[in-house]
């Protein structure tokens, strides 16, 4: 442990008796300002050693993306696509990374707990955890597919990987994080201001949908999304981007059920 000291100087004598100009307020000001870029920020400690991540097989397109997360000057992704383009996926892959190069120290997984436009699940038991943990599914199972089984259970018991609905985000200031925003094709234009508005220093946010899988009619993902399709988001380190079927994944056959589905609108 160092012990510091600290001079005090007469600025008058320094003025008078040496000839030294110096401009006080000028100076009050500069420190001020140091000062308050100092103040630290309230985040996770980062993980100690490395987690090994799978490397898979993936298109040029899902390579861009992947490049666009990683970018240090990426502050927020807008990203839509058909369903088994691996928008998901991606993101974990990109949110374990950020891990493993200390840039974060936690993955916090955001989702509207809407059900199905023509299912309903009704009551739901236990606390809240338990309630979510149907929702959670879709995290977990990336986590699996890119993790080895006690990696995955070491995040989850040092609880680096986070979850909870819109509903609970308002007042949060989410910081060092990696967000997650899934399905934000089920967010009103509200839901998204709400989402937009927690990320805090140093976080990085993903908001991933697909419009042809809205379970809600006031869906204000395309809006928005649309909204900050533009050179001066993107100049503010917010990007949108888009997948389509030739960057499906999860079955070949998937590119010709969606261009059917797609000849009923």
Known sequence: MFAFRYATVNLFTLNIKYGVNLDVSRMSKKNKQKEDKSVPVPQRDKIEGFLTIRELQWTDNQKKFIQLLQ???T?????KGPAGTAKSLLSVYAALNAINSKKIGEIFYV????ESSTHNLGFLKGDLHSKLDPYLQPLMDKLHELLPKQQVERLLKEERVKGLPV?????????????????AQNLSIHDLLLITTRMGKFSKLILIGDIRQA?????????????????????????????????????????????????LH
């Open 75 to 79: 502050k927020m992704v807008f990203c």
């Open 215 to 263: 379970d809600i009619k006031n869906s204000g993902f395309e809006k928005v999304y649309d909204l900050f399709d533009d050179k001066k988001s993107s100049d503010k380190g917010i990007y949108t981007f888009k997948f389509g079927t030739e960057d499906i994944m999860r079955n070949d056959i998937l590119a010709y059920i969606i261009e059917k589905f797609e000849e």
């Open 111 to 114: 989702r509207n707990p809407v």
């Open 167 to 183: 509903g609970f985000l308002r007042g949060l200031s989410i910081n060092a994080s990696y967000i997650i925003c899934d399905e």
């Open 71 to 73: 970018d240090k000057n």
